[in-house]
């Protein structure tokens, strides 16, 4: 069967497109771990190739498309947009099968990656106490409780998993807490080091903000020790990941549930969203939030993104 690896980044606002061609640089690495998988890239939004004309350039040539979204947590994007590009193409190419794999979520793999990255800032730090350094895992924040829990989740395997006093999280937008009010309670706590790691995958507007924001910290609390890691770029679990995720699509294994929901389906038709949470249909929960009567689900203020990608 002639088939086509379709990757989706989110896409950046930056204006320099590195968060965009960090994607396709990715895609370049993967494609030397499997030279002889057909590996195209597609971008949500902020690029020149969106999903619809990504997913029909696939079609075209395939008779079966295994989109995978290189995002870290579900939302908007994830449990609505794609699966209703991916309707689209169905219909418009009904002799290529579609399959959709979960995003990146919060998996043991990451867990290794934020290990990794907290060890190489505490020896920054040169070893502090760790019961004394306190730990904010900082994600991009959504208005979709169960992409924000997925932060939550890792944080809590991360305190789990060391011997830190501290392990909160964070968010630059949509969601609170924001980094700020997170550092004031922690330096009220007795913290003396604070180590910062983005949940990110990618470069973008939000990292440099991170940046700016981790500096003015240092300004604000002298008496406070910081260290800031960097987003996962091309770490190896990274690529195991969507190796993983290819290899149960080919199995039969592993697609989104959103994929064909007849939840989401049923809120598109309506116009209104339907708040469910259908783990033990599905094994994979879904929360689409609602306003009383009508509005959307996946509501997004003007300017941040509810998924893992780069903006």
């Excluded at 040539?61 to 991916?86: C, D, Q, S, T």
């Excluded at 199995?251 to 994929?259: T, Y």
Aim: with cysteine.
């Amino acid at each position: 069967m002639k088939e086509t690896i379709l990757l989706v980044g989110h896409g950046s606002r930056d204006p320099g497109g590195n968060g965009n061609r960090e994607v396709e640089e990715f895609a370049n690495h993967w494609r030397q771990r499997h030279p002889d998988w057909n590996i195209q890239v597609c971008f949500i939004e902020f690029a020149d190739r969106l999903v619809a004309e990504g997913l029909a350039e696939a079609a075209r040539e395939a008779e079966r498309v295994i989109v995978v979204p290189l995002i870290l947590n579900a939302a908007g994007h994830v449990k609505m947009e794609l699966p209703e590009h991916l309707a689209t193409a169905r219909a418009r190419f009904p002799a290529t099968e579609f399959i959709y794999v979960p995003h990146l979520g919060s998996e043991a793999p990451l867990l290794k990656v934020l290990k990794r990255r907290l060890h190489q800032a505490m020896n920054a730090l040169d070893w502090p106490d760790p019961r004394t350094t306190g730990v904010i895992l900082l994600g991009r924040g959504s208005s979709d409780p169960m992409a924000n829990g997925e932060v939550a989740k890792m944080a809590r395997w991360l305190f789990e998993a060391g011997r830190h006093d501290l392990v909160d999280i964070a968010f630059t937008g949509v969601a609170f807490p924001r980094l700020e009010g997170v550092v004031q309670r922690q330096a009220r706590l007795g913290m003396t080091q604070i180590v910062v790691l983005p949940y990110y995958l990618f470069t973008g507007t939000l990292i440099e903000r991170i940046r700016r924001q981790v500096d003015h910290l240092r300004g604000q609390y002298p008496q406070l020790r910081f260290a800031c890691t960097d987003y996962f770029g091309f770490e190896p679990e990274i690529f195991d990941l969507v190796d993983q995720r290819v290899r149960d699509a080919r199995a039969g294994l592993g697609n989104l549930p959103c994929d064909g929901c007849k939840y989401r389906e049923l809120a598109h038709d309506a116009g209104h969203a339907h708040h469910h949470d259908h783990e033990p249909e599905h094994g994979h929960a879904h929360h689409h939030d609602h306003e009383p009567e009508h509005g959307h689900g996946h509501h997004q203020p003007e300017g941040h993104t509810d998924d893992g990608g780069q903006r």
